[in-house]
Structure formats: C-alpha cells, structure tokens
C-alpha cells in the first residue's frame, strides 16, 4: 500500500471535489515521440496503463519481451472484466517481438473466450476488429515490432472487444440543443479507482464530435498551473510550522516523508494543498495505476491528441481561492481529518474504531458512486452523493463548492447553447454540479432547453 501511494504522489492531478491539480509534478523529459497515427491511441493507451510518463525513452525502440508480456496482461486483465465464456481448444502460438509475434499475443488472449470470429485464425480475427489494417506492403509479420505499433494494436483491441459488447464505462452523459447548437455534458469524477477504463463508445464519440471541449479549467494552460501552484505554496517568509500545532506539523511531515517528500519541501506548502493531495490518495483503489489518470484529464488527453480546442469555464485562481481563503481553523481540521483518512489506509496502522468507520463508509460511497457513473444512472449517483447534504450542511467549503459555483456552470453551459451559427461542445465537469439541488440540467431546463440523459 505504502509503495503504491508514493508511486502516485508525483503523478495525482486532481482531488475528488474538483478538477485543480494537487501538488504540481515535473513534465516528463521526452526524447521519442508519438508518430501522428498514434494519436488517436495514446489517451486510451495511458489510462489503461498500456504506456506510461517514461515512453520518452522507448516508444519508438523495437518492443522487448518483458515489454509484451506487461502488455499482454494489461489486455488479459481489461478483457476479464467482461466475464465473458470461456473457449478451450485454441492453438499454442509463435510468440516474440516481431510484428506477427505480437498479432499472435495479443490474439492468444482474445482466443480464450467465446468471441464472434476468434476461429478464423489471428489474421481474419484482427484485421475484422480493425485492429491490424496494414499497408501497400501487407501487414508486414516478419518486421521487428516498435513499442508504439504494439501499444496502438493492444489499445484498437480492447476497444473493439470491449465495443463489440457494448461495455466500458458509460459515463453522466446529457445532450442539449438549441437550435443549430449541441451541448454534450459529462458530469465527471475527479479520481481514477475502481476499473474505470475503458470509456464506453457512446461517451468518446460525444467527445470526439465535438469542435469545443470545455472543462473546469484549461488543463494545457500553463500561466493558470503556475498560478495554482505558487497559490500552494506561503510566499511571506512563513512555513507550514507557523500555521498549524506542533503535532499535527510533525505528523504530516512524517507522513510526507514515508512518500519521498522531504521536510523542507513539505514545510513549503499551505495545508490545503497537502490535504488535497491526502484526499486524492487516500481515494484511490488497488485498479489505480501508477498513472492515475483522473476521468477529466483523460477527456482532456483524448481532445488534446484529437487536436480539439480545449478551454475552462473557471480560472485557477477561482478554484484556488475556494481554498486560499478558507478560515485558518478550519484549513488545521482540514489537513488533520485527510491526514487520519491516510494513516488509516496504510498497512500496519493501528486500528482508530472511528476513523476505520469512516475510512469503510467513504469507500462504500465511493464504490456505489462509481458503480452508477460507469452505468450512467443518474439516480443512483444522487442516492450516492446526496448533494442536499451537502449543501444543507454548516461546513463552510461546500457552499462555496456547489452554492457558489453552480450558477457559473449554468450560465457557461447556456453561452454555448447560445452561440451564433452550428457548434457541437463537450463540457466535462464534477458531476456535483450536474446534480440537484443547483445543477446544470435543470437549470437548463429552467431556461427552456432541451436535455435529455443520452441513451
């Protein structure tokens, strides 16, 4: 457990209660690079942990045998999911690392199910998924295989089993018009636990027709990430040991410390950045890879490669200020409550009958809101969240995550509807606010459009 979080502190973009980085991590030093009929492979490739930050140095290189076997299971693992029937009597097959080699690896996985044309043989059976479509020179089996042509057959390969079964995860997807005018709205989850990928087809078509994706915030604008970042971070000559108690300091660094974080880099941050990123990895689960690809960043992947204008409808510094200016008590009780979630979630903690209750009920939540967002039922997901609790309580940061937010996404979400001549938008944000009491459904219902829950 410790090691699985200290491999996702660098990488975790994002709290569950909005979409604003937690602590900052270094881009990854690239040296090869993805050819442009990748592209289209790469957001689905990264999320399932087909690819991850290092194929800088190896994407482009032949694939190794280790390399394939890693692959192989992460493709072994996502076609498990679908319980599908089991076949027997299917051939042993050449493996390498040649381009035929690979077709037969990835093929032997598919071979042990009950899947429509899997008894033509690994040629016939791919090349119908799409999965192998060649070139003037065939499809080439005899060539040593690149990483980058393994991982892009591997990715088509799920997809195309996984859509062929209508599954893979559906998403809070709504469609509104006006008009000329579509709006598709996802109501996202901040985190990535609970075998969330691969999205369902229905979910990356919406995406990808679109010729606007609006997000929370614009998660390529670098100006507004520097911003949030020194936001994090005390620039009046204090540290984290002048605003909280001793012990709880103490604490905090030893918890950041059992994760690589030494001292004085934890003394820098103010303790809403750190509990964000208490929060963030006391939320995962053991399907979350060392990649942690938040459901908005992968959206945000999948557009960026998809050459899709990305923007927000919010500014970093807004998202920072809900924190920023909370009152200094409550930051301490902040920083303390996700500081005993984290203990608690590592091995060999002693058990607190209280916090081990609440750590279970979190999960339980957690669990039962993924469950009815990979379904796409919405009623379920407000059974779940129940966001009139939220809003009805004292604590002074939900008001200002739903109260005071709420109408801004409604009103951003009518100025697209709203807009002059023929547009399709994707606009992804914390499903909270596509929920009742506040959200953006009704409130665009309220102003007279149309928007309907997409089959």
């Given at each position: ?33 993805f050819a442009p009929w990748a ?288 009152d200094p008590e409550y930051l ?124």
């Amino acid at each position: 457990m410790k090691q699985r979080f200290k491999a996702l502190l660098a990488a975790l973009v994002g709290a569950a209660l909005l979409a604003a980085p937690a602590l900052a991590a270094a881009e990854p030093q690239t040296q090869q690079e993805f050819a442009p009929w990748a592209y289209s492979a790469v957001a689905d490739s990264y999320a399932m942990g087909l690819v991850d930050d290092g194929y800088g140095t190896y994407i482009t290189s032949p694939i190794t045998q280790e390399q394939l076997e890693s692959m192989t299971a992460v493709v072994a693992g996502k076609l498990a999911l679908l319980e599908l029937p089991q076949r027997t009597g299917s051939e042993a097959l050449v493996i390498d690392t040649t381009r035929g080699g690979v077709m037969n690896a990835l093929y032997q996985e598919c071979a042990a199910y009950e899947l429509p044309g899997v008894e033509d043989g690994v040629e016939a059976f791919l090349s119908s998924l799409g999965v192998v479509q060649g070139s003037g020179a065939g499809l080439a089996q005899e060539r040593p295989c690149t990483y980058q042509e393994a991982m892009v057959m591997a990715q088509r390969l799920i997809l195309a089993v996984y859509d062929s079964q209508d599954a893979g995860s559906k998403g809070l997807l709504w469609k509104a018009v006006n008009g000329d005018n579509t709006l598709y709205l996802l109501g996202t989850i901040h985190m990535d636990r609970s075998n969330v990928y691969p999205m369902h087809r229905s979910l990356r078509e919406a995406l990808l027709s679109a010729d606007t994706v609006a997000f929370e915030l614009d998660f390529n604008d670098a100006e507004g990430i520097a911003e949030f970042a020194a936001m994090q971070t005390y620039s009046d000559g204090t540290t984290l040991a002048d605003h909280i108690r001793p012990e709880l300091y103490q604490r905090v660094v030893a918890a950041f410390v059992g994760l690589g974080m030494p001292e004085e880099q934890t003394a820098l941050y103010k303790p809403w950045a750190l509990a964000n990123s208490l929060s963030a990895l006391s939320m995962t689960d053991d399907t979350t890879s060392s990649n942690a690809m938040a459901i908005d960043l992968y959206c945000n992947s999948l557009a960026t490669w998809a050459d899709i204008p990305v923007q927000g409808v919010e500014t970093y510094v807004l998202q920072g200020n809900i924190f920023d200016t909370l009152d200094p008590e409550y930051l301490e009780a902040y920083l303390e409550g996700t500081l005993l979630m984290y203990e608690a979630a590592m091995e060999g903690a002693e058990p607190d009958p209280e916090v081990t209750a609440a750590v279970e009920a979190n999960e339980k939540t957690l669990d039962a809101m993924f469950t009815a967002w990979k379904n796409r039922d919405m009623e379920a997901f407000s059974a779940a969240y129940n966001k009139q609790a939220i809003v009805s309580s004292e604590d002074q940061l939900q008001s200002r995550l739903f109260t005071d937010r709420d109408p801004g996404m409604i009103e951003a979400a009518a100025a697209f509807l709203e807009q002059e001549g023929s547009h399709t938008t994707f606009m992804a944000v914390g499903a909270g606010h596509m929920d009742d009491p506040g959200g953006i459904v009704s409130g665009l219902r309220a102003l007279g459009y149309t928007v309907e829950l997409v089959p």
